[in-house]
């Protein structure tokens, strides 16, 4: 989310304020293996989550990390529907149904089957917890009517010794391809978006936009994410280019620390791909048209004084 001036309120309000407020939410799409965003939407801060994600053909094969802010379980059907996987966290109100058990355990395990998750956690034993369970969801208007469906669905408990509590996930992925654990460390891939955002924050200064002018707020946001784009493009380069022992080395934050700290070395070197030389003169060229007030009219204090 960043903060807008009052003035833009009208074209990006913000939400659940109560007094006239701005602000606009950028919606990405990360990849954790290609270490980059694959899909960037700009929002009003008041749109909901679920309509910056749209499900299609693309999802197919691919898997799916989901925020809670986006959980809905007519959302991970519609990911099954198009070939897709996914993963989520359970959402703190829900108490689905357990129907099935795929994992056992020995001794003096309690039935599950059959209850309701909220009636088995605070009884559990077990370090993990991996069933199938069902839940109830609404389909889409069709002929002006919403009818009620329900899904199976897995769910996975992995109990935290830090936090001393349960972690659960939902998931479409079976067991015979990840187990319970890598459930667990699959989603934690999930904090890639949050380098991402923390990247375009503190190196490329996304959360600074000074102006009542809405086609500057675009430009100023746009010129961040092109800027991520070319740094997790050269990084991932470098990433390639050094063997096994380093590449879990190059760290995305102190990647991008030390890109912005060479980004004019960077541009030099584009510019004379381009022809051009980076030399005093045209330095002193940018000096002299970027440092011009574009304000002609505007009155100055100096001006009889430098006149």
């Not at 899904?151 to 990840?178: C, G, M, Q, W």
């Not at 380093?246 to 890109?259: D, E, G, N, P």
């Amino acid at each position: 989310i960043i903060r807008l001036h009052k003035a833009l309120a009208k074209k990006w309000p913000a939400a659940r304020s109560r007094t006239v407020a701005s602000g606009v939410k950028v919606s990405a799409l990360v990849s954790a293996i290609a270490d980059g965003p694959k899909r960037i939407g700009i929002y009003a801060e008041s749109t909901n989550e679920l309509k910056t994600l749209r499900i299609g053909p693309w999802i197919k094969d691919r898997i799916l990390l989901i925020d809670l802010g986006f959980y809905k379980h007519q959302l991970f059907v519609r990911i099954k529907e198009n070939g897709g996987h996914f993963v989520s966290r359970l959402k703190g109100n829900a108490d689905p149904l357990i129907i099935d058990v795929y994992n056992t355990c020995r001794g003096n395990s309690i039935d599950v089957i059959g209850k309701h998750l909220s009636e088995v956690l605070p009884k559990l034993k077990r370090q993990v917890l991996d069933v199938e369970v069902e839940v109830s969801f609404k389909r889409r208007i069709y002929n002006g009517k919403k009818r009620k469906d329900i899904e199976k669905i897995r769910l996975v408990a992995i109990f935290n010794e830090d936090e001393e509590k349960y972690h659960v996930y939902l998931t479409d992925i079976s067991p015979d391809v990840l187990g319970p654990e890598d459930i667990a460390k699959l989603y934690g891939a999930r904090w890639d978006i949050e380098l991402v955002f923390k990247e375009l924050k503190s190196r490329y200064a996304l959360d600074v936009v000074n102006t009542t002018n809405s086609q500057i707020v675009e430009v100023y946001i746009w010129i961040a994410i092109l800027t991520l784009f070319i740094s997790r493009r050269i990084y991932s380069i470098v990433r390639k280019h050094s063997t096994k022992e380093k590449m879990v080395r190059y760290t995305q934050l102190r990647w991008s620390t030390i890109f912005a700290e060479n980004a004019s070395d960077q541009l030099t070197l584009i510019l004379r791909f381009c022809g051009i030389e980076r030399t005093f003169e045209t330095v002193m060229g940018v000096y002299e048209s970027q440092a011009l007030d574009p304000h002609v009219n505007r009155y100055r204090f100096r001006e009889e004084w430098w006149a």
